[in-house]
């Protein structure tokens, strides 16, 4: 700027001068020359600029601007501005961090969490609503008609600060959910509508089991109390009756039946508690690591010469074959004895009578065990009653083999599961999680 000063001052300076032409246009072209510079210095320091705060903008913070500038004003400028691009950078990594982490404490909750657009569509869903629903993956509620068609008009219904209980189908399964929404809105951007999605269905069979478990205990405390003194005392007058006096009277003999069926029905009456006592007083597992092929190999070696007799074909399959399940195994084993003798019961009016056992590994790294056969199979009302504590539709069955064993995996942290269609055979399933 001073030096332009000086050419203008200059110029003049020798127009005055009439006798130096050819000095005054050589100096009068300085300025125009100084003045495009000028220009072309600030467009360029202003495209600079211009790109740099547009790549700040579409989110690109790899733009630096240059800091070997001769111009001292301008090279602070571009120290200034880069140590905020630095600054800028280091807190969105730090905030994409955090998003990460809580992306993945969300996908990791037991609680299912659904978030929902005004439109329907599914902004967020995590891996434990999936896995209620049903679904691999969700984008939209209109994916819920093909599990239950009401399913998402009540997704849609729900109003923030409403709780509802709903029932999840799929395929013979139902699956007993609790419902909460709430709104959430986010400053400049369209509500969402939060759902949070709880399986009850763990929480009601253990309540079940324990209501069971109380209601036998005082059962079987209350029978054993009666039937203890009747079965002492009539074991003690069928003593006091002698052997000889039976062939002389008929009504010793009458009164000698009448205690002998009193002492053999409170003999078996006990014995029926004692067997339903079971149920109430299952052991903790003590857990370990156990090969799944020993223990098919144990289960068979146990089932084989029943297998024979009915002439039942019976296969087993383990894949890998060395899987390995953390299991009581003697607990498993009779969870598996258990199934396989009712569905050994199952097959006895088929033709071709098969039960098939197998075990590998699911989608989420976690063992199943599968006891598949080809018998009469049940509908859906029956598979709601089998794990009713004494119910049974055998003419000898105690009625709580299926119930015992459902909580012989609860006490696993696992699930039993029946799969089952009339005339299409029944699917037993032990998942261990």
């Not at 399940?325 to 003697?330: K, M, S, W």
């Not at 598996?336 to 989608?363: E, G, K, Q, Y």
Request: one cysteine or more.
């Amino acid at each position: 700027m001073l030096l332009l000063s000086f050419n203008i001052y200059a110029f003049f300076y020798f127009y005055f001068q009439s006798r130096f032409y050819v000095t005054t246009l050589l100096i009068g072209l300085c300025p125009i020359w100084q003045i495009w510079a000028l220009f072309w210095y600030v467009q360029r320091t202003n495209l600079q600029l211009y790109r740099f705060f547009d790549t700040l903008i579409a989110g690109d913070f790899s733009e630096r601007l240059p800091e070997l500038h001769h111009d001292s004003g301008f090279r602070e400028l571009s120290r200034s501005l880069n140590r905020i691009i630095v600054t800028l950078s280091d807190k969105r990594a730090e905030t994409e961090q955090k998003r990460r982490f809580f992306q993945s404490v969300l996908q990791q909750v037991g609680v299912g969490l659904v978030s929902l657009r005004p439109d329907g569509s599914v902004a967020f869903i995590n891996r434990s609503a999936r896995r209620m629903l049903r679904l691999h993956n969700l984008t939209h509620v209109r994916q819920l008609h093909s599990i239950d068609p009401g399913l998402s008009i009540v997704l849609m219904a729900i109003k923030s600060g409403q709780r509802r209980w709903i029932q999840v189908h799929k395929g013979p399964q139902r699956v007993q959910l609790a419902l909460f929404a709430q709104k959430i809105q986010l400053p400049q951007r369209e509500g969402y509508k939060l759902l949070t999605l709880q399986n009850l269905q763990p929480e009601l069979e253990e309540k079940e089991s324990e209501a069971w478990k109380d209601l036998i205990r005082v059962l079987s405390h209350e029978i054993m109390n009666s039937m203890t003194p009747i079965s002492s005392l009539s074991t003690t007058a069928l003593q006091l009756i002698p052997k000889e006096t039976e062939a002389l009277s008929k009504k010793f003999v009458d009164l000698h039946e009448a205690i002998s069926t009193i002492s053999r029905r409170s003999q078996g009456l006990m014995q029926f508690v004692q067997n339903y006592r079971r149920f109430a007083c299952i052991p903790d597992p003590s857990r370990e690591p156990f090969a799944v092929e020993c223990l098919f190999g144990r289960l068979h070696t146990l089932m084989h010469s029943h297998l024979i007799d009915r002439s039942i074909a019976f296969e087993s399959q383990v894949t890998p074959t060395d899987l390995h399940v953390v299991i009581d195994p003697a607990l498993i084993e009779q969870v598996l004895i258990n199934v396989l003798t009712n569905a050994m019961d199952a097959v006895a009016d088929s033709p071709t009578p098969r039960i098939r056992l197998t075990a590998a590994m699911d989608h989420q790294a976690q063992v199943s065990i599968q006891i598949t056969d080809n018998g009469r199979g049940m509908d859906e009302a029956m598979i709601d009653k089998v794990f009713i504590p004494f119910f049974t539709t055998k003419t000898h069955g105690s009625g709580v083999g299926l119930s015992i064993s459902r909580q012989i995996m609860r006490l696993h942290a696992g699930t039993l599961r029946i799969i089952s269609s009339v005339g299409q055979g029944t699917t037993v399933t032990l998942h261990f999680t």
